[in-house]
C-alpha cells in the first residue's frame, strides 16, 4: 500500500501543476481553484483505479506463476462409506468342512485282498460323522474313481439319520473284474444339496483295493472278505487274541508248533471259551480254476498244550447246500501238518469256501495257525 501512496501523490502534483498551466480565465465571481480541484479529483480517481487494477493482475499473474510450479499432489479417495445399523448383514457362506466331515472308524476286506475273476464280494466301512449337521436319509455315497468293479454310481448312507458323533455302517457290493492285476475303487460322501465331502483332507478318499489272480490265492491274504461267526454271533475282523467270543488275525511272522519262526503269512484260530465252542469263516463264492489244490500248515499254538481241535474245509454250492471235503484232528505235540486237498471236483464250479474249528471237549486254550492257506492249480 505504501507504493500506492507514492504514486498517487506524484499523480496529484503533476496533475495540479498541469490544470495550473491550462486554465483559461473563468467569468468574473467564479471560484477558478474549485474548478481546477474537481477537475484533478476526477482525474486522479480515474488513474488511482487503473493503476490498482494493473497492480492487481500483477500480483495474480505472480500467484499464479507460483501455483503452477508446485508440485501436483493426488487426491485422496473418498473413504467406503460403514453400513448402517439399519442396514441387514450379508449372510456368511456355509463352511462345509465344518457342517460335513467324516473320520475313519473301521472296515472289511484290507488292502491288497486276493480273489479270483468274477467273485463277488462286499466291502463294509464304518464312518464317523464328525461334522456339525446330521447326516440325513438324503446323504449318499458316491463312486468318484478308480474302477468301479459292479458298484452302484452311488446309494444312500444309511436308512436312518446319523447326527454328530455317531457312526455309519456302509456296505457295498463288489464284483472282481475278469482279468487278473490290481484294482481300485475310491468313494467319497455327498449330501442332499449335492456337496462332495469326506475327511478332514477334502483330497481324500476311502476305497477298496484288491488283487484278481488268475492261477493261486492265498486265503491269508483276503481272511477279513469272509464271515466269520461263533456261538457269540458275527465276529470283528481282524480280531484279537484272547477275544472272549473267538478271535481270527493274520500274522506275517508266525512261531509254528515245533517252534520254527516262519516268513509266511499265517491265520490264528481262536475258539470261543465256552461248550460246544466252534469258528467258522465263510469266504465269498470264486470260481474254482481246474486242477486246483488246497494247502495250508496245520499246528496248534506254540505252548498250548491242552490244544485239541478239528479243523475242517468245506464247501457251499450255489443252492446253499455245504458239503465236507475233509477234516483233521490237530492236539499239541510239537509237530505240524501239512495238508493237501485236491479240488479236481469243484473245478469251474463257483462255490464259497468254509473253514471250520470245533473243540474237542473243553476249548481253553484252544488256538491253531493255518500257515499259507492257498488255492492254486
Known amino acids: 500500500m505504501k507504493k500506492y501512496f507514492v504514486s498517487i501523490t506524484l499523480l496529484l502534483t503533476l496533475v495540479l501543476v498541469s490544470?495550473?498551466?491550462?486554465?483559461?480565465?473563468?467569468?468574473?465571481?467564479?471560484?477558478?481553484?474549485?474548478?481546477?480541484?474537481?477537475?484533478?479529483a476526477s482525474t486522479?480517481?480515474?488513474?488511482?483505479?487503473?493503476?490498482?487494477?494493473?497492480?492487481?493482475?500483477?500480483?495474480?499473474?505472480?500467484?499464479?506463476a507460483q501455483l503452477t510450479a508446485l508440485p501436483t499432489v493426488a487426491a485422496t479417495p473418498a473413504a467406503t462409506p460403514l453400513p448402517t445399523q439399519n442396514q441387514e448383514p450379508t449372510a456368511a457362506p456355509t463352511n462345509d468342512q465344518t457342517c460335513n466331515l467324516a473320520g475313519f472308524v473301521d472296515e472289511t476286506v484290507p488292502d491288497g485282498s486276493q480273489f479270483y475273476p468274477g467273485t463277488a464280494f462286499t466291502k463294509t466301512w464304518t464312518l464317523r460323522n464328525e461334522g456339525s449337521c446330521t447326516w440325513t436319509t438324503d446323504y449318499s455315497l458316491v463312486f468318484v474313481s478308480g474302477s468301479g468293479m459292479g458298484a452302484p454310481a452311488s446309494q444312500p448312507i444309511s436308512d436312518k439319520p446319523v447326527a454328530p458323533g455317531q457312526t455309519a455302517v456302509i456296505s457295498v457290493s463288489f464284483t472282481a473284474?475278469?482279468?487278473?492285476?490290481?484294482?481300485?475303487?475310491?468313494?467319497?460322501?455327498r449330501t442332499a444339496e449335492g456337496v462332495v465331502f469326506a475327511f478332514k483332507n477334502p483330497d481324500a478318499t476311502f476305497w477298496t483295493e484288491i488283487q484278481v489272480r488268475g492261477d493261486s490265492i492265498n486265503l491269508?491274504?483276503?481272511?477279513?472278505?469272509?464271515?466269520?461267526?461263533?456261538?457269540?454271533?458275527?465276529?470283528?475282523?481282524?480280531?484279537?487274541?484272547?477275544?472272549s467270543g473267538g478271535f481270527v488275525y493274520s500274522d506275517n511272522n508266525p512261531i509254528l508248533e515245533d517252534g520254527y519262526q516262519d516268513d509266511e503269512t499265517a491265520l490264528w484260530l481262536g475258539l470261543y471259551n465256552a461248550d460246544e465252542a466252534y469258528l467258522k469263516g465263510t469266504f465269498p463264492?470264486?470260481?474254482?480254476?481246474?486242477?486246483?489244490?488246497?494247502?495250508?500248515?496245520?499246528?496248534?499254538?506254540?505252548?498250548?498244550?491242552a490244544c485239541d481241535v478239528n479243523f475242517s474245509l468245506k464247501y457251499e454250492d450255489s443252492s446253499g447246500n455245504v458239503y465236507e471235503l475233509e477234516t483233521w484232528r490237530e492236539t499239541f505235540d510239537q509237530k505240524h501238518q501239512t495238508l493237501d486237498v485236491d479240488l479236481v471236483s469243484l473245478g469251474g464250479r463257483q462255490v464259497k469256501i468254509i473253514l471250520v474249528l470245533d473243540a474237542n471237549g473243553s476249548p481253553s486254550g484252544d488256538v491253531i495257525h493255518l500257515l499259507q492257506p492257498v488255492i492254486k492249480p
Open 285 to 305: 463264492a470264486m470260481t474254482i480254476p481246474a486242477n486246483a489244490h488246497f494247502r495250508a500248515v496245520l499246528g496248534c499254538r506254540r505252548g498250548n498244550t
Open 44 to 64: 486522479i480517481e480515474a488513474m488511482t483505479t487503473s493503476i490498482v487494477a494493473t497492480d492487481q493482475a500483477a500480483q495474480q499473474k505472480t500467484t499464479t
Open 177 to 189: 473284474p475278469a482279468g487278473a492285476g490290481a484294482y481300485k475303487a475310491e468313494f467319497k460322501l
Open 220 to 243: 491269508a491274504d483276503s481272511y477279513c472278505s469272509a464271515t466269520w461267526t461263533g456261538p457269540a454271533g458275527t465276529l470283528h475282523c481282524p480280531g484279537q487274541p484272547g477275544d
Open 19 to 40: 490544470a495550473c498551466a491550462e486554465t483559461k480565465p473563468t467569468p468574473t465571481g467564479g471560484d477558478q481553484l474549485s474548478a481546477i480541484r474537481t477537475s484533478a
